[in-house]
């Protein structure tokens, strides 16, 4: 029996559209140091991904340790492999390709 799109709802809404969780968001970004913590990218949209999921652990809704900074490209591969797809296969040549970039968006070091 396959798994119904409800399954998949977003179960966060509720969490995400309080006060609270705007004042959490800030606090993950801060001890992440406003970086990805999968890829280390610090452009475009940052995003805080529940590393348990809201739909299988409420409780930890607003726990700071249940939560990470994620840009939204390693957020969406994340979630779509905790909902059942596989992982996205990355030939040697692009691994290369993302980590140059990451090297590049980092903030550049102080000359010495």
Partial sequence: MGMKRDDYARHSK????TKRWQV??????EHDGWACVDCG????????DHVKPVRT??????APTNCATRCSSCH????RIECGHPAPIQSPARKAWAKAVAELAAEPKPAT
């Avoid at 990218?41 to 805080?48: A, Y």
């Avoid at 652990?57 to 607003?62: M, R, S, V, W």
């Fill in 41 to 48: 990218t610090k452009r475009g949209r940052l995003e805080i």
């Fill in 14 to 17: 509720r969490v995400t559209s």
């Fill in 76 to 79: 969406t591969r994340k979630t």
């Fill in 24 to 29: 959490l968001r800030q606090a993950v970004l």
């Fill in 57 to 62: 652990h409420p409780h930890l809704a607003f």
